[in-house]
């Protein structure tokens, strides 16, 4: 308990799965959260279950796709709170169907890039200018970008989430601001769940089959939070520029 008291907390994607995960460990362990996504009724849900839980929260609906939205979050934050400690980028798309690079559209492209890099990116930069010594970024990729078992369009925003976290390390390295990122295999979470089996590109699915053990079994939205919780946290402080993997050892 209190592994956070005294910090605020950032989560885009907030309103299920992973990032509502991480809300209420965050507000267990003491944190104020900010919780952010596009569903305010979702959001706002799990708002209530953690002031049931008698944690702090702020529900804040936001477009991270759109230019001007993580802005305009982050001032919010700065007026409300006067500081934030910790940024969790978690939100996040999937195309349908997994298309490999001979099929994906520029049509996924955009709309994936859109929200899962410069989305990701716009946070960074909007908090990063607000952060003093001792804050932390964690951003959730995936496994995807770190081995290329995905859609083309998915992997590729996910690569470039990782880049961009050992650039802003590199960055920030002497004003101790840390910036470390995730990367789940397969989690239980209604996004996931949502995808449909025959639209899976079955070439895509068969490559994958190739180089990984798709019996693994798949992270819940708990075991990811545990590991954000630890990388936001003090106790990982001598930490930044890590890309960690967290499948069960499905990519070994």
């Not at 070439?203 to 490559?207: C, H, K, R």
């Given at each position: 308990?209190?592994?956070?008291?005294?910090k605020v907390?950032?989560?885009?994607?907030?309103n299920?799965?992973?990032?509502?995960?991480?809300?209420?460990?965050?507000a267990?362990?003491?944190?104020?959260?900010?919780?952010?996504?596009?569903?305010?009724?979702a959001?706002?849900?799990v708002?209530?279950e953690?002031?049931?839980?008698?944690?702090e929260?702020?529900?804040?609906?936001?477009?991270?796709?759109?230019?001007?939205?993580?802005?305009?979050?982050?001032?919010?934050?700065?007026?409300?709170?006067?500081?934030?400690?910790?940024?969790?980028?978690n939100?996040?798309?999937?195309?349908?169907?997994?298309k490999?690079?001979?099929?994906?559209?520029?049509?996924?492209?955009?709309r994936?890039?859109?929200?899962n890099q410069?989305?990701?990116?716009?946070?960074?930069?909007?908090?990063?200018?607000?952060?003093?010594?001792?804050?932390s970024?964690?951003?959730?990729a995936?496994?995807?970008?770190?081995?290329g078992?995905?859609?083309?369009?998915y992997?590729s925003?996910?690569?470039?989430?990782?880049g961009?976290t050992?650039?802003?390390?590199?960055?920030?390295?002497?004003?101790?601001i840390?910036?470390n990122?995730?990367?789940?295999?397969t989690i239980?979470t209604?996004?996931?769940a949502?995808?449909?089996?025959?639209?899976?590109d079955p070439?895509?699915?068969?490559?994958m089959?190739?180089?990984s053990?798709?019996?693994t079994?798949?992270?819940?939205?708990?075991?990811?939070?545990?590991?954000?919780?630890?990388?936001?946290?003090?106790?990982?402080?001598a930490?930044?520029?890590?890309?960690?993997?967290t499948?069960f050892?499905?990519?070994?």
């Open positions: 308990m209190d592994r956070l008291k005294g907390a950032v989560i885009t994607g907030g299920s799965g992973v990032g509502a995960a991480a809300a209420k460990l965050f267990a362990e003491g944190a104020v959260v900010v919780i952010t996504a596009r569903r305010e009724a959001l706002e849900k708002a209530e953690i002031r049931s839980a008698g944690g929260v702020s529900a804040v609906s936001t477009d991270i796709s759109k230019p001007e939205d993580p802005e305009k979050l982050m001032e919010f934050v700065m007026e409300k709170y006067g500081k934030i400690d910790i940024l969790v980028n939100a996040g798309i999937l195309e349908e169907g997994l490999p690079i001979d099929r994906f559209t520029d049509e996924d492209l955009d994936i890039v859109e929200t410069k989305g990701t990116m716009r946070c960074m930069r909007s908090a990063a200018k607000r952060m003093k010594a001792g804050a970024i964690v951003n959730v995936s496994v995807a970008g770190e081995k078992c995905g859609g083309a369009a992997v925003s996910k690569a470039a989430v990782i961009v050992k650039h802003t390390a590199l960055r920030f390295q002497s004003q101790m840390r910036c990122a995730i990367c789940p295999g239980v209604p996004m996931v949502a995808m449909e089996p025959d639209a899976l070439d895509m699915m068969g490559a089959a190739t180089h053990n798709l019996k079994q798949p992270c819940m939205p708990e075991d990811v939070a545990n590991i954000i919780l630890f990388l936001a946290s003090d106790e990982s402080r930490i930044t520029g890590q890309i960690l993997v499948d050892g499905a990519m070994l």
